[in-house]
């Protein structure tokens, strides 16, 4: 099993920043996908980026060019670093993880989110 934990969430004002952090509690090597999806109160959760095993990276339309997913292998951590925050931007981010092998459920994995809140 993968146990997910975000953290990095907080209150900053139109065009800070922040940085999200998703701690695994095993290899993120051999995942095949690790993202980042957010929601806010009565909308649907949809993502805002992933990256693949291989490195690649997809965003949304309304984050390209301001946030930046990336991983360290050996923290065993992904990272969405946030620029130029807007405040449509407020929402509850989760660190997803679709788990393919070296676990007995394969599936996908979500943490228990952070909260990051956009306001002047």
């Known amino acids: 099993q993968v146990q997910l934990v975000e953290s990095g969430g907080g209150l900053v004002q139109p065009g800070g920043s922040l940085r999200l952090s998703c701690a695994a509690s095993?290899?993120?090597?051999?995942?095949?996908?690790m993202g980042w999806y957010r929601q806010a109160p009565g909308k649907e959760r949809e993502l805002v980026a992933s990256?693949?095993?291989?490195?690649?990276?997809n965003y949304a339309d309304s984050v390209k060019g301001r946030f930046t997913i990336s991983r360290d292998i050996g923290k065993n951590t992904v990272y969405l670093q946030m620029i130029s925050l807007k405040p449509e931007d407020t929402a509850v981010y989760y660190c997803?993880?679709?788990?393919?092998?070296?676990?007995?459920?394969?599936?996908?994995?979500w943490g228990q989110g952070t909260q990051v809140t956009v306001s002047s």
């Open positions: 997803n993880a679709d788990v393919r092998r070296g676990v007995s459920t394969p599936g996908n994995y």
């Open positions: 095993r290899s993120i090597f051999s995942i095949y996908v």
């Open positions: 990256i693949t095993s291989f490195g690649n990276t």
